[in-house]
């Protein structure tokens, strides 16, 4: 293993040490007591047992309690009391138990949590096959044994594991660039370039392969490092790959948009690292081989790729986690076992969604349900237990946030969901009838397209996101800036029915832009802010406006105004 010391990191980063939680100050004591009660239970039982009267009292136990054909494949009694496996089981259960105590495992590089599952797997070590080994070989062992769960052992593993976190993190870069496919001259052999392929994604068996995800996870974490978030668990990009999987061939925005990503059917998984990102992975490799990272690698870019759009905030992983884990609810009768009378669902939606089992984050699940609220979720709730319910299938709008890791923040794309209230309030002045086209702009997830007769309303959106969502629902759908497909669109509608972002004046920019669209003796409904009453906006329109409605979206304190301005 290449070393890498904490000085070298720190030129990189400055202080290594704070990307990495301490270690709590005592956590073997209470390992090394039950370690030796079980020890001393084994080897007591392992005495009396091979002892000649219990051995022949047990083989009868044995004989006695298999089946008839069984008795012929009883394990012999020596066999089974060999005291050596025994403890090794013994030593790969608590030497689990010492790595599950403390985060160093979550931080270990993908190769390093292969070598301790493979010595957690093989207690007693695995010798190399007679065609690996020779005496010029430099070790007979393919696996090494597990060492011996003593207490200054176990105190010196796990000291050197934690104080090696911020030596993991340089080993996580150079695995992934191990891990880059050599059969593909996309990929550069001096440094992380623009593209980089990873090849045999999925197994024989037609499954993700955990130990190809685990390097693309160490991928993962250390641009999560960089940009100052928590980690992704191993194993939270199985999911991620999974709807690449479903989606073969398309380009994805992956944590905010500092990766992009797509796989082939094939299993290969073709990946851009943002500019920036790449830079600070090469200056790791470059700290691992001073001499072999070409200095142009080693340079920091000049300006952003355009091509890599990058989001707000990006969700925790544990959020995201929770969303991928989501399962549908039964919405038909449901029959608990061959006995019983089938039992009535709890809804009817086949639309409705529940968290899966375990323990949760009740954080990370409050902010999941906001999420879920944000593209259509409704909240149900009986005698606790939590559903949610969607007049759609959410699960492209799922698979979205999944990927990309956001949701559209609400500052930089102004959404805020029109209340119920103020909604059927616009749609009872937007005098809709059956013969008009309508046009919602900057429709977010159909706050009041909703309310439109969807074989006439045309929606314009800017958001990926809720563009899935308005698509799921059933509407047509244009993926643009309102303000720019405006000025090159020749279509005209009858009603446009609008609440446009209120920042920076944009509403009087959206609104304009809204007129130039009705057809004659149309009509345009709009949410305005309060302070727009009474104004001549529209110099040609006629003008009506409600009352101030106080307060009118949640977590704001915006008042605001209905207009109703008709072309005569």
């Known amino acids: 293993m290449t070393d890498l010391s904490h000085a070298k990191l720190g030129d990189l980063v400055e202080d290594a040490s704070v990307f990495f939680a ?6 073997v004591d209470g390992l090394i007591g039950g370690y030796l009660s079980e020890r001393n239970r084994i080897e007591h039982l392992h005495e009396m047992i091979t002892g000649d009267g219990f051995k022949v009292a047990l083989s009868h136990f044995m004989q006695g309690n298999t089946s008839d054909q069984g008795r012929y494949y009883t394990m012999d009694i020596d066999r089974l009391m060999q005291l050596e496996p025994a403890i090794a089981s013994l030593n790969a259960s608590y030497w689990g138990k010492a790595l599950s105590l403390t985060d160093v495992y979550e931080c ?34 393919e696996v090494h044994p597990l060492p011996e769960f003593e207490e200054s052992t176990v105190r010196t593993t796990l000291n050197d594991l934690l104080n090696a976190r911020s030596k993991f993190f340089a080993e996580r870069v150079d695995g992934m660039f191990r891990a880059l496919s050599g059969e593909h001259v996309t990929n550069s052999p001096a440094a992380f370039g623009k593209r980089m392929i990873v090849a045999n994604m999925i197994t024989s068996y037609d499954t993700i392969d955990s130990d190809r995800a685990g390097y693309l996870n160490d991928l993962r974490c250390v641009i999560a490092k960089f940009m100052g978030r928590e980690e992704p668990q191993h194993g939270d990009t199985s999911p991620l790959l999974e709807v690449f999987r479903r989606r073969t061939g398309e380009w994805y925005e992956v944590d905010g948009g500092t990766l992009r990503m797509k796989m082939y059917k094939k299993g290969t998984c073709h990946i851009e690292v943002h ?15 001073p001499a072999a990272i070409p200095a142009s690698f080693r340079t920091k870019p000049k300006a952003t790729n355009k091509q890599h759009k990058v989001f707000g905030r990006p969700l925790p992983f544990s959020v995201i986690s929770m969303l991928a884990g989501m399962r549908s609810e039964p919405n038909t009768p449901i029959r608990r076992d061959r006995w019983s009378e089938p039992q009535p669902p709890i809804t009817q939606n086949p639309h409705a969604l529940r968290f899966d089992y375990g323990v949760r984050n009740k954080a990370a699940q409050e902010e999941a349900e906001q999420v879920l609220a944000m593209i259509g979720g409704v909240r149900r709730n009986k005698n606790a237990y939590v559903w949610f319910e969607f007049e759609f299938s959410p699960r492209d709008a799922l698979d979205e946030i999944i990927v990309s890791g956001c949701v559209p923040d609400q500052k930089s794309h102004q959404f805020y969901p029109t209340p119920e209230s103020v909604a059927t309030k616009v749609i009872e002045l937007a005098d809709i009838d059956e013969s008009h086209t309508c046009l919602e702009p900057s429709a977010g997830v159909g706050g009041l397209a909703d309310y439109l007769p969807k074989d006439r309303t045309r929606c314009i959106e800017l958001s990926d996101l809720h563009c899935k969502v308005l698509e799921a629902k059933g509407f047509d759908v244009t993926q643009a800036d309102f303000l720019t497909w405006a000025c090159s669109t020749t279509d005209r509608f009858d009603r446009v029915v609008m609440n446009p972002p209120f920042s920076d004046g944009r509403w009087s920019a959206h609104l304009h832009a809204a007129a130039g669209l009705v057809s004659q003796d149309g009509q345009i409904t709009a949410v305005l802010p309060a302070g727009a009453k009474n104004k001549d906006l529209l110099p040609g329109f006629e003008l009506t406006w409600s009352r101030v409605i106080e307060n009118a979206f949640s977590g704001t304190t915006a008042s605001v105004v209905i207009l109703t301005a008709r072309r005569p």
Do not use: H
């Open 108 to 141: 270990m590089p993908q190769k390093r949590r292969n070598e301790w599952q493979e010595q957690i797997r093989n207690p007693m070590g695995k010798k190399a096959s007679s065609r690996r080994f020779s005496s010029e070989t430099e070790c007979e062992w």
């Open 22 to 27: 301490p270690a709590a100050s005592d956590l």
């Open 275 to 289: 500019p920036e990102m790449a830079w600070r992975l090469n200056a790791v490799l470059a700290s691992l081989y």
